[in-house]
């Protein structure tokens, strides 16, 4: 398909617009701390908004619009510049992630949209003893695939009435790596982490982190506005209030992406990643937390 022409162009925006101005009127009130949404970036049909509070971002993205999104075109790269496809292996920075994040032994481990690929109980099933994964997965084809591995699969959400039922209060751990930004819905999101863990279970996430030193020096062509794929967008203080919300303890925010974890593996320079934590330089940020 090629790129729209300036009359395509004014067409998406004004359509932006329009629908900025419906978001509006019905309610202007951030999700996670109740502060005022602004207008942040538009990208094409599709407005970002951004709380001047928190900081937490949207964007007009509708379950209506998703409808069908997350199906072979998306897993085939067609769809959204980030995807997973099925061939895909696991990097050394996820696994470096997972072992100093995702620790132990004889472990429950529910993952939140791990795509057809399964590289963490692949992974974790290799390294430790006792090791039993299940998986939430939106896609119903992904989870076909997922099944003929053997894993135990819930087609849905994880905040689905019914998914929510089948797996309350039984992971010592809940794992989602870049996947809560695809969720119109954060509030739902976080609260089901916290109901399929055990007492004492954690959760741990990966996401953007929208007030890094990257996210504002690169603005609109930030990489994770990114929608409809992306629909909302994060920051380490709306993440400790909704995390806090939903009745997590011992939030935790790590400012520190894959990107960084695979540039410290090839030059492990002591206190490199804290360093980078502290100027809260990278695009992507780790989130732990406790039931």
Not at 156 to 167: E, H, L, M, R, W
């Given at each position: 398909m090629s790129p729209p022409g300036c009359a395509q162009r004014f067409l998406l925006t004004f359509e932006a617009r329009n629908s900025l101005h419906s978001l509006e009127r019905k309610d202007t009130a951030c999700p996670v701390c109740g502060g005022a949404l602004r207008e942040y970036a538009a990208h094409g049909r599709w407005i970002v908004l951004k709380c001047r509070d928190c900081g937490f971002g949207q964007t007009n993205v509708t379950e209506e619009d998703l409808a069908g999104f997350?199906?072979?075109?998306?897993?085939?790269?067609?769809?959204?510049?980030?995807?997973?496809?099925?061939?895909?292996?696991?990097?050394?920075s996820k696994k470096w992630w997972l072992d100093r994040f995702v620790p132990g032994d004889h472990l429950r481990c529910l993952?939140?949209?791990?795509?057809?690929?399964?590289?963490?109980?692949?992974?974790?099933?290799?390294?430790?003893?006792?090791?039993?994964y299940s998986a939430v997965e939106i896609s119903q084809g992904a989870s076909e695939q997922l099944r003929k591995r053997g894993y135990e699969v819930f087609t849905?959400?994880?905040?689905?009435?019914?998914?929510?039922?089948?797996?309350a209060g039984r992971f010592d751990y809940v794992?989602?790596?870049?996947?809560?930004?695809?969720?119109?819905n954060p509030r739902g999101f976080v609260s089901g982490m916290f109901g399929a863990l055990k007492s004492g279970g954690r959760a741990c996430l990966t996401t953007g982190n929208f007030d890094g030193l990257t996210a504002r020096f690169k603005g609109a062509?930030?990489?994770?506005?990114?929608?409809?794929?992306?629909?909302?967008?994060?920051?380490?203080?709306?993440?400790?209030?909704?995390?806090?919300?939903?009745?997590?303890?011992?939030v935790r925010v790590h400012c520190v992406g894959l990107n960084y974890i695979r540039l410290y593996?090839?030059?492990p320079i002591p206190g490199m990643l804290a360093a980078v934590h502290w100027l809260r330089l990278p695009t992507g940020m780790t989130i732990c937390a406790q039931k």
């Open positions: 997350y199906e072979s075109e998306y897993f085939d790269g067609n769809r959204a510049r980030f995807c997973q496809r099925a061939e895909d292996e696991i990097s050394e993952e939140i949209g791990p795509g057809p690929a399964a590289m963490v109980p692949g992974y974790l099933a290799e390294k430790r003893p006792g090791f039993s849905g959400k994880i905040y689905d009435t019914q998914i929510s039922a089948k797996v794992v989602a790596t870049e996947v809560i930004e695809h969720d119109t062509s930030w990489s994770y506005l990114d929608p409809p794929a992306h629909v909302c967008f994060f920051t380490p203080r709306a993440v400790r209030e909704l995390f806090t919300q939903a009745g997590f303890r011992n593996q090839r030059f």
